[in-house]
């Protein structure tokens, strides 16, 4: 069951066997995100500072937010959600005051991950800056570089950009650490196909594996929407035999109701 997280609550139960076809890429951001939030004493062992800032580099509905709240839940690290865009459509100063206050929420309530989607919008390479921008990089800067290095706050960053996003940012002890997000291949969609239909009934037939193949160039989001239409479609199979009247669904109508191959291809 996906939830929408609130601002500063752990997303609820969302975990990594929601996010599929990343293989590796969930072992990368478990050593170095969970790690640093759970045992910055290792980091202190050796004497070097955990990782601060990652960034998630993907296109679009790739999975970048879905992780994000994976690690956080499975850390059990408050969560918090900048967007980009809607950051910087503010009036003068008011993108660096809350961008002030999610820092210092996090810091109070470490271990604590903060999830900038849409980093680019705004932190912009210096040459596509304009006024607002600036100041809310230099904001942006200061607050990282005032994170004290103990691991307890993590910032990700996710962006489609990779080189969109201002260098500063990029220096060490900043978003210092990258993560390639990809498309997924045959083999991944199989995965996340596997995980937006394991709720579902479905009927004799079904052939995900060939779904799987027939699907290139889908990313998550698109596999997800796929399942649900598969699904509504299924339910509009039975509608003429509901009486919204009735109380309840008699249990031969509820039997009926299981999604066929035809209804992933409609
Ligand atoms: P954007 O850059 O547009 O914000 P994103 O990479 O953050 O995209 P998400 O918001 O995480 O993408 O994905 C949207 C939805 O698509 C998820 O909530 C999930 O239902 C589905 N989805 C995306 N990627 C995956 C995946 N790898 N495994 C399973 N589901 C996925």
Redesign the pocket.
């Known amino acids: 069951e996906?939830q929408e997280p609130t601002d500063g609550e752990p997303p609820v139960g969302i975990t990594y066997d929601?996010?599929?076809?990343?293989g590796d890429t969930v072992d990368q951001v478990r050593e170095m995100i969970e790690l640093p939030l759970k045992h910055p004493e290792l980091f202190s062992r050796l004497g070097i500072d955990p990782p601060k800032g990652v960034l998630l580099y993907?296109p679009?509905?790739?999975?970048?937010?879905?992780?994000a709240r994976a690690v956080a839940n499975e850390t059990n690290a408050h969560f918090s959600v900048i967007n980009g865009p809607e950051i910087m459509g503010r009036y003068y100063g008011e993108s660096e005051e809350r961008l002030r206050s999610v820092f210092e929420e996090a810091s109070q309530n470490a271990p604590a991950i903060i999830f900038i989607?849409e980093l680019d919008s705004i932190a912009p390479a210096r040459d596509e800056t304009g006024e607002a921008e600036r100041r809310v990089v230099a904001q942006l800067l200061t607050l990282l570089d005032g994170l004290e290095a103990r691991g307890n706050v993590v910032v990700i960053g996710?962006t489609?950009r990779p080189d969109a996003i201002d260098e500063a940012l990029r220096r060490p002890g900043r978003f210092d650490r990258e993560i390639v997000?990809g498309v997924?291949d045959t083999a991944g969609r199989r995965e996340?196909i596997g995980?937006?239909t394991r709720g579902m009934p479905l009927a004799e037939g079904v052939d995900l594996e060939e779904l799987a193949r027939t699907t290139y160039g889908f990313?998550?989001?698109d596999?997800?929407a796929l399942a649900r239409e598969a699904a509504i479609s299924a339910l509009r199979r039975i509608l003429p035999d509901i009486d919204l009247d009735e109380d309840e669904i008699p249990a031969d109508v509820l039997d009926e109701l299981v999604v066929r191959d035809g209804d992933f291809r409609d």
């Open positions: 996906y929601d996010v599929g076809g990343l993907g679009p509905g790739t999975g970048k937010t879905l992780l989607d996710a489609n997000i997924p996340i995980i937006h990313v998550g989001a596999l997800g």
